[in-house]
C-alpha cells in the first residue's frame, strides 16, 4: 500500500466513528463500470454503491444535470413550490400504481415516512386502536429506531432496546404465519418483495398475491420497501411489476438519485390525503439538487428502454455464468438467486476471502448474510464486464478451495 494511502486508512480510523467494515482501498474516481483508487488502481464495480449507481458512476446525464441545477439552484424551503420536485413526483407517479409523494434523503426515512403514514390513516380510517405492522423475518428496512424495529434480524437491534412497540415479525414466504399473526390491532404488512440484505431472498412463487388478498379481507395496507428492489434493478422499474400485485405504499431510495442522496415514499391518493400540513416533513427532502439528479435518472433509464432491456439480459448472462461455475464449484456453491441485475449466490462459507482476493484481482463484490455474495453492478454492465468478474470468480473459486 502507497504511503498516502495509508495515511487516508489510519485518518479514517482516528477521525470516523467505526461503524463499517470497509475494504482497505480508498475510492478517488468513477466512470460507468470502472472506479480508481487514489493509488490508481482500476476496479470493476459489482457493487454499484450497494444499488445506488444504477446508471454507473458520474453518468454524462446526471453529473450535466447536477451543474446545471447548481448553478441555478441548490436549496430552497419546502415552504415554497420547488419546479424539479414537482417534475420529479409527476413521472414516479405516471411510472406507478401510486398517487401521490413524498421526499426524504434515505431509504430509512422512506419507511419511517411509510409508517407513521400508515398509523395515521389506520386510526382514521380503520380503527383508533389499529397501529401494529406485520413485517417479515430476514428483512432490512434501515436503522432509525422504527425501521430498525420494523427490520427482522436481531443482530441488527441488539442493543438498542428499547425498541419501538407496534411491530411483529412473520417468517417470509409463510402465509399460514401471517394469518396468525393478524390480531384486532394489526394495520399494515411490509414487506421487501426479494428481500435484499439478508441475501437475495425471492418471494414463493404466488406470495406476494396471496399477502395482497390477506391485506383486502382484513382491511390491512400492504407497504412494499422497494428501496433496493426499486428503479429497474430487477429488469422492471419497479419489482411489483414482475408478481402481479399492487402495494398501497411504496418507498424508494438506493438508485433514485442516481448516485445522490434521496428517498421517497409513495401511496395512493386516498391514503395519501392522511397527511396535512404539519403531520410530517423533511427540510431536505425533495430538494432542487437531489430531485434534478433523480430526473435526469429516470428519464435515462426510461428513455429507449434499452437500459431495462439491458438489465433483463445481463441479469440473464450474469446469471448462466454463475450457474456454470456452481456445476464446477458444486461443494462451495449452494444456489444462485435473483432476478435482473440483483443475484446472489451462496456459499458454504464465509465469502469474506473471496470477496478480498476478487478485490486484489480489480474486481468489487459485495458479501451480504455472511455468505452470500451480491451482485447489484450499475445497470449498463456489458457481457464482457461480467465474462471478466467470471473469469475472476473461477481463478478466486479455485484457490480457495
Ligand atoms: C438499504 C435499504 C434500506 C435503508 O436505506 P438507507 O438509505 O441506508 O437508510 C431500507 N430498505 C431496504 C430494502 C434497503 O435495501
Redesign the pocket.
Known amino acids: 500500500m502507497e504511503k498516502t494511502e495509508k495515511k487516508f486508512i489510519d485518518d479514517s480510523k482516528k477521525y470516523l466513528m467505526n461503524t463499517y467494515n470497509r475494504c482497505p482501498i480508498v475510492l478517488r474516481k468513477g466512470r460507468g463500470m470502472k472506479v480508481w483508487s487514489s493509488e490508481g488502481k482500476e476496479y470493476l464495480d459489482f457493487v454499484g454503491g ?2 445506488v449507481n444504477c446508471l454507473g458512476h458520474c453518468h454524462p446525464k446526471v453529473v450535466i444535470a447536477l451543474q446545471k441545477q447548481a448553478q441555478r439552484l441548490i436549496h430552497v424551503s419546502n415552504l415554497y413550490y420547488i419546479e424539479p420536485q414537482i417534475k420529479l413526483a409527476k413521472l414516479l407517479v405516471e411510472h406507478s400504481c401510486a398517487d401521490k409523494v413524498f421526499f426524504c434523503n ?4 422512506a ?1 419511517e415516512a411509510a409508517i407513521k403514514l400508515t398509523r395515521k390513516y389506520a386510526k382514521e380510517h380503520i380503527g383508533v386502536d389499529k397501529y401494529e405492522i406485520i413485517s417479515a423475518l430476514g428483512s ?4 432509525t429506531l422504527a ?1 430498525l424495529t420494523a427490520t427482522g434480524q436481531e443482530k441488527f437491534q441488539k442493543g438498542f432496546e428499547p425498541l419501538v412497540p407496534g411491530f411483529k415479525h412473520v417468517p417470509f414466504n409463510d402465509i399460514n404465519a401471517l394469518k396468525k399473526a393478524i390480531t384486532n390491532h394489526t394495520c399494515a404488512v411490509l414487506l ?1 418483495p426479494i428481500q ?2 439478508s441475501g437475495i431472498k425471492m418471494p414463493a412463487e404466488g406470495y406476494l398475491k396471496e399477502v395482497r388478498n390477506i391485506c383486502d379481507e382484513h382491511g390491512l395496507l400492504l407497504i412494499f ?1 422497494e ?2 428492489t426499486g428503479i429497474g434493478r430487477t429488469g422492471k422499474f419497479f419489482a411489483y411489476e414482475h408478481f402481479g400485485v399492487e402495494p398501497d405504499i411504496i418507498t424508494l ?2 438508485g433514485l438519485g442516481g448516485g445522490v442522496a434521496i ?1 421517497a415514499m409513495l401511496a395512493t391518493d386516498h391514503i395519501a390525503a392522511s397527511f396535512q400540513p404539519g403531520s410530517h416533513a423533511a427540510t431536505f427532502g425533495g430538494n432542487p439538487l437531489a430531485c434534478a439528479a433523480a430526473i435526469a435518472t429516470i428519464e435515462t433509464l426510461l428513455e429507449d428502454g434499452f437500459i431495462l432491456d439491458n438489465c433483463r439480459r445481463m441479469g440473464e448472462y450474469l446469471r448462466k455464468g454463475l450457474e456454470k461455475l456452481k456445476k464446477d464449484y458444486s461443494s462451495m456453491i449452494v444456489d444462485i438467486r435473483g432476478i435482473g441485475l440483483m443475484l446472489g449466490m451462496e456459499l458454504t462459507n464465509p465469502c469474506a476471502p473471496i470477496v478480498n482476493l476478487c478485490a486484489e484481482r480489480g474486481i468489487l463484490v459485495n458479501c451480504t448474510a455472511g455468505n452470500v455474495l451480491r451482485f447489484l453492478p450499475p445497470l449498463i454492465v456489458t457481457e464482457k464486464d461480467i465474462d471478466h468478474l467470471i473469469d475472476v470468480l473461477e481463478d478466486v473459486l479455485g484457490r480457495v478451495i
Not at 106 to 109: D, L, T
Not at 140 to 143: A, E, K, S, T
Open positions: 450497494i444499488a434515505s431509504g430509512a426515512e419507511n432490512f428496512h434501515g436503522r425501521a421487501e435484499g440484505e420497501d428501496v433496493q431510495a438506493k428517498g
